[in-house]
């Protein structure tokens, strides 16, 4: 069993900074692909940014050049730089787990992001 704790949401203007955080318990973090996912209000649930266990990156067309997605093995965690904040950029950021290999898949509980002045 892996648990997933998202943490670094808040309210931020347009055009700010923040940084997610994703930590995980569990044992063998280096042997999961990792992403955070978005859901807005009405909206359905989409990818924003994944990385694998290889440390190759993959975002949204919608964030590319924004946002940046990285891990630390050691730390057992995955972070989610988001500069250049716009409001449409709202929204409930969860962190996924896929293990690379047994196709489990773990989900945080969410952090809201508010981009708003």
């Known amino acids: 069993q892996v648990q997933l704790v998202e943490s670094g949401g808040g309210l931020v203007q347009p055009g700010g900074s923040l940084r997610l955080s994703c930590a995980t318990s569990?044992?063998?973090?280096?042997?999961?692909?990792m992403g955070w996912y978005r859901q807005a209000p009405g909206k359905k649930r989409e990818l924003v940014a994944s990385?694998?266990?290889?440390?190759?990156?993959n975002y949204a067309d919608s964030v590319k050049g924004r946002f940046t997605i990285s891990r630390d093995n050691a730390k057992n965690t995955v972070y989610l730089q988001m500069n250049s904040l716009k409001p449409e950029d709202t929204a409930v950021y969860y962190c996924?787990?896929?293990?690379?290999?047994?196709?489990?898949?773990?989900w945080g509980q969410g952090t809201q992001v508010t981009v708003s002045s």
């Open positions: 569990g044992r063998s973090f280096s042997a999961y692909n």
């Open positions: 996924r787990a896929d293990h690379h290999v047994l196709k489990i898949s773990y």
């Open positions: 990385i694998t266990t290889g440390s190759l990156t």
